[in-house]
């Protein structure tokens, strides 16, 4: 009987000698040697920043929800979601419908000059995709977009699914997750995953201009239900009341970066009700950004699991135009990238970098890749911790990290 690849050979018209070889192929299996798949790697593994797949920094790639038995120390996530937004929603543009939801896209492809072989990063004296950590791009979690319940469901499913994974190397009790979005309010979901992973006391460091705690009922309808109050304004009210936040005296959570218009000074109260420290953008002008580093490490301290949160519009509108509620006045993208470099000793536990809604930036790419260095300052202080606390120890070990 003639084999199905011969069969294929002649309804295609191949010739006799091709049929011979396209019917003999299914035994032609050979053996490769690792010194010859090393020789492969040399001459056909390298990508330059214009090449390759859109992974997070030409990562390796891995659909890590459908392949559990693949492992990470440090995983990038998407969470393509943006149906809890309360100003600018998705935007047709070019008969495309381009929101918050297009974020993770945007950012990875802003990424694309970040290489192994050109990532070290000089400040930190270290090279993040080239180090102890095992860092894979994890793909997307395949949010929703019709029903806000559901979704919050399969995100906060997927952080803690993904952050109960054990780690590659003994340095960490638990993988780190690095999500990128998405509108903020993906953070509760997030914070779920954080409490139940590390338990209670988490502290947040929130850089936006916005508050983000606000109680729901500051967004005033007379069609309120529970649904609504789960959006990108209320999800650390909302955390707070389910305890995923610290509401230790003496150990609040920092806001950074703030300037939006309030409906009164009882915003401020119920935000120190909730154990909330503020620094407002203007605070920049008075202690440079070295004063605003010192406040954020004295009042967070280097032991406590911290969860980063960074909301893109806490950059001026002039550097991030590309996000759902910008707000002139913030900062720049130097100033940004200095904090977050000052703040390296920070025990960070996951982050997020949220809000890049690409339709409403500039052809220059200027808020995803604003973004995209935000993701690679916060790996390499992941990667640089790790580094110190197995020097402090000598094994490798900590339960903290």
């Given at each position: 009987?003639?084999?199905?690849?011969?069969?294929?050979?002649?309804?295609?018209?191949?010739?006799?000698?091709?049929?011979?070889?396209?019917?003999?192929?299914?035994?032609?299996?050979?053996?490769?040697?690792?010194?010859?798949?090393?020789?492969?790697?040399?001459?056909?593994?390298?990508?330059?920043?214009?090449?390759?797949i859109s992974t997070f920094a030409h990562l390796e790639y891995h659909k890590c929800l459908t392949t559990p038995s693949e492992l990470f120390d440090i995983a990038i996530i998407g969470a393509p979601f943006d149906t809890a937004v309360s100003y600018r929603p998705a935007k047709t543009?070019?008969?495309?419908?381009?929101?918050?939801?297009?974020?993770?896209?945007?950012?990875?492809?802003?990424?694309?000059?970040?290489?192994s072989f050109r990532g070290y990063n000089p400040r930190a004296g270290i090279n993040p995709y080239a180090n102890w950590a095992k860092i894979?791009?994890?793909?997307?979690?395949?949010?929703?977009?019709?029903?806000?319940?559901?979704?919050?469901?399969?995100?906060?499913?997927?952080?803690?699914?993904?952050?109960?994974?054990?780690?590659?190397?003994?340095?960490?009790?638990?993988?780190?997750?690095?999500?990128?979005g998405g509108d903020h309010s993906l953070s509760l979901p997030a914070l779920r995953a954080v409490h139940a992973l590390h338990g209670p006391g988490v502290r947040v460091l929130?850089?936006?201009?916005?508050?983000?705690?606000?109680?729901?009922?500051?967004?005033?309808?007379?069609?309120?239900?529970?649904?609504?109050?789960?959006?990108?304004?209320?999800?650390?009210?909302?955390?707070?009341?389910?305890?995923?936040?610290?509401?230790?005296?003496?150990?609040?959570?920092?806001?950074?970066?703030?300037?939006?218009?309030?409906s009164g000074t009882e915003d401020w109260d119920d935000d120190d009700a909730q154990n909330w420290v503020r620094i407002a953008a203007d605070d920049v002008d008075d202690l440079g950004t070295a004063g605003i580093v010192d406040t954020i490490m004295t009042t967070l301290g280097t032991q406590d699991p911290v969860y980063l949160s960074v909301d893109i519009d806490v950059l001026d509108p002039a550097f991030a135009p590309g996000t759902g509620t910008p707000e002139p006045g913030g900062w720049t993208t130097r100033e940004l990238i200095r904090i977050l470099r000052g703040i390296e000793g920070l025990n960070l536990v996951g982050a997020d970098v949220v809000e890049v809604a690409p339709a409403y930036q500039g052809v220059?790419?200027?808020?995803?890749?604003?973004?995209?260095?935000?993701?690679?300052?916060?790996?390499?202080?992941?990667?640089?911790?790790?580094?110190?606390?197995?020097?402090k120890t000598g094994t490798g070990e900590r339960d903290e990290l």
């Open positions: 009987m003639m084999k199905p690849g011969a069969l294929l050979c002649l309804a295609l018209g191949c010739g006799p000698a091709l049929v011979r070889a396209c019917a003999g192929h299914a035994h032609q299996v050979r053996e490769w040697s690792q010194d010859e798949l090393d020789e492969l790697e040399k001459k056909w593994g390298v990508e330059y920043g214009f090449s390759g543009q070019l008969s495309t419908i381009t929101g918050a939801r297009f974020g993770p896209r945007a950012i990875r492809a802003a990424s694309a000059r970040q290489t894979l791009d994890c793909g997307d979690i395949p949010v929703v977009p019709v029903d806000n319940a559901v979704a919050v469901k399969q995100m906060t499913a997927a952080f803690t699914e993904l952050g109960a994974r054990a780690p590659v190397s003994p340095l960490l009790s638990r993988p780190r997750l690095v999500t990128l929130h850089f936006d201009a916005h508050l983000d705690t606000w109680h729901p009922s500051r967004y005033p309808s007379y069609w309120a239900s529970e649904q609504t109050r789960f959006t990108h304004g209320s999800m650390f009210w909302l955390a707070g009341q389910e305890g995923l936040v610290s509401n230790r005296t003496g150990a609040p959570n920092v806001h950074a970066g703030l300037r939006t218009r309030l220059g790419e200027e808020t995803a890749l604003a973004a995209a260095q935000v993701v690679f300052e916060v790996l390499s202080s992941m990667v640089k911790k790790g580094l110190e606390e197995m020097g």
